[in-house]
């Protein structure tokens, strides 16, 4: 099956004139952190301090704060009809002929392993959008039984969490995904859905939530390790007490890669597949879900390097016994010895974390505390693993209290302070394609042009507009002015680079990609003649979650639409 691409996305980034009101609130807010494994949403009302949390899923009986990121689909026409638990209850019953879909957050993840499939054909965008609507009515079924319906559900504001590694494209994966699940619309306001990243969303919910907290100073410095189910974030922040209100600064440029606890699943179906080998064919969905779902209920988060673990096998299983006898004993169990366990399923995962940590201690000389966060972050494995390694260097390593709900709860806390993470260092350079003097050596003649000013210009540098490593403020606009002729269209290409060489002077360097479209319509200008310079300026705001801008002609805000490249 072909791998799904990445759709070529439109969205509106700006919607008020110059002079109008400014940001609409909304008295209610709802946090949604999907994840790859699990999913979970907090609410506030603006007249309530409590956050809660939603507990209650369908079909769902235990104990779990989330509901599982799964999707069923039956017939022919690939009908949906189920998702969360239900749909993992009917991979797990026998005889069904439908399919089941996990992980399809992976997808939006760059330089990663190929997640599980979708649908033949299938773009990640509406896998994605097919389980937020269902998520949602969810959501909003328990949020009636709260209080929910004194406030229609137009005065309903979202913050998304998305994890720090994503890049712009795959963040407007996630906007497009609302707006096709009917949970925003189109035409709504920028600020109704405000994407926080993981990390931060994070270091809020610390800020709040651990007692250690209150024992750092100005200028200490800790480090949040966002462990979930498909990805681990990991960035270090410092505290600031120099203004009037205490603020983070992040110092390092923070890390991340696909190494989630769902990775520790993945090893456990190969490694079981590698054993059954050419039998594995004979073994159905069913039967192979069933195993799976006895090794995450019953051993993944109770290992812990020591001890082995038996796995029971379903019955539909015991007839291929004669064959495979090496794998199955008499009691119908798999053993999975802990020396096996550690080696080839746990231990692959715990280093790339590892791995991760120690990238960031060696941009910092020193970090006080380690928090660990997320459904990850809860295994108790990965944090005396993590302690062990790291204890020496870093004084305090802990895990947050109730870290599966610490992304969606630290992200309703985000919109009430969202200066709280006051600096960030960029993890890409950004510039625009501009028309610079051409310089004989350096610059491509295929790239050469002649101007209405009769100079020779290279058409195709890379004119930087933010550096990656740079520290930047979250409010911090970059500006650009440029003259156009009336009435003629014009854009601005924003194009980003992400390595760590010198950066390439052309656009059409290797490393270099158009990262969106960014085309301006002239408006009519009363007073303006053809052939008349128009003055038009754009400002990029890179230090967000995601990337803002504003294009201003002749002084007055307009709006546009710009398209996100496929990658």
């Not at 200490?220 to 974030?233: H, K, N």
Request: net charge negative; with cysteine; glycine share 8%.
């Amino acid at each position: 099956m072909q791998s799904p691409s990445t759709p070529h996305l439109q969205r509106r980034l700006t919607y008020r004139v110059a002079g109008e009101p400014v940001a609409r609130k909304y008295p209610v807010t709802v946090a949604i952190d999907f994840g790859t494994t699990f999913s979970g949403c907090s609410y506030k009302f603006e007249d309530d301090d409590e956050i809660y949390d939603v507990v209650k899923w369908p079909k769902h009986f235990g104990f779990y704060a989330k509901v599982p990121s799964l999707l069923y689909y039956k017939g022919r026409a690939n009908r949906l009809v189920d998702w969360g638990d239900g749909a993992r209850r009917l991979a797990l019953q026998p005889g069904q002929d439908g399919t089941l879909i996990r992980q399809f957050k992976l997808w939006l993840a760059k330089n990663t392993t190929p997640p599980p499939p979708l649908l033949d054909g299938q773009e990640p965008v509406v896998a994605i959008s097919d389980f937020l609507r269902l998520f949602h009515e969810s959501v909003l079924e328990q949020m009636m039984r709260t209080g929910a319906g004194r406030y229609s559900v137009d005065q309903f504001g979202y913050c998304l969490t998305v994890p720090a590694i994503w890049d712009d494209t795959a963040k407007a994966t996630m906007r497009e995904a609302m707006v096709q699940a009917g949970i925003i619309r189109a035409d709504d306001p920028p600020e109704r859905l405000v994407l926080v990243g993981e990390p931060e969303a994070a270091a809020m919910y610390i800020e709040k939530q651990c007692e250690s907290w209150n024992d750092m100073q100005d200028q200490d410095t800790f480090m949040i390790v966002d462990a979930g189910g498909g990805t681990v974030d990991i960035i270090i922040y410092q505290i600031d007490k120099s203004g009037e209100t205490r603020s983070l600064k992040e110092i390092t440029r923070g890390s991340g890669g696909t190494c989630g606890s769902a990775y520790i699943d993945n090893n456990m179906r190969q490694w079981l597949l590698d054993r059954l080998g050419s039998y594995a064919e004979h073994v159905s969905t069913c039967t192979l879900e069933n195993i799976m779902e006895s090794f995450v209920e019953k051993i993944k988060p109770y290992f812990c390097g020591e001890g082995d673990q038996y796995l029971t096998v379903p019955a539909t299983m015991m007839q291929l016994r004669q064959h495979i006898d090496d794998l199955i004993d008499e009691d119908g169990n798999i053993l999975l010895s802990a020396a096996e366990l550690d080696s080839k399923i746990y231990v692959p995962v715990f280093d790339q974390v590892i791995s991760l940590i120690q990238e960031q201690l060696d941009q910092a000389p020193q970090v006080n505390s380690l928090y660990l966060v997320g459904g990850f972050g809860c295994s108790e494995y990965l944090y005396t693993t993590v302690k062990q390694r790291f204890e020496p260097r870093i004084p305090t390593v802990a895990m947050a209290p109730r870290g599966d709900v610490a992304v969606a709860r630290g992200a309703i806390y985000h919109i009430s302070q969202p200066a709280f993470i006051a600096t960030k260092i960029l993890r890409n350079t950004y510039g625009l394609m501009t028309r610079m003097a051409f310089q004989e050596g350096l610059d491509p003649e295929s790239s050469a042009v002649i101007t209405s000013d009769g100079i020779k210009r290279c058409s195709t540098r890379f004119d930087i507009m933010a550096f990656k490593g740079q520290s930047i403020h979250v409010n911090q606009k970059i500006s650009r002015h440029f003259w156009v002729k009336y009435p003629r269209n014009t854009e601005a290409d924003l194009y980003v680079y992400d390595g760590d060489a010198p950066i390439p002077r052309q656009v059409t360097d290797p490393g270099v990609r158009k990262m969106a479209d960014f085309p301006i319509r002239m408006p009519p200008l009363e007073g303006y003649s053809v052939g008349d310079p128009v003055d038009i300026k754009i400002d990029f705001m890179f230090g967000l979650a995601e990337l803002k801008v504003h294009v201003f002609i002749v002084g007055r805000q307009i709006e546009f639409v710009t398209a996100f490249e496929n990658e």
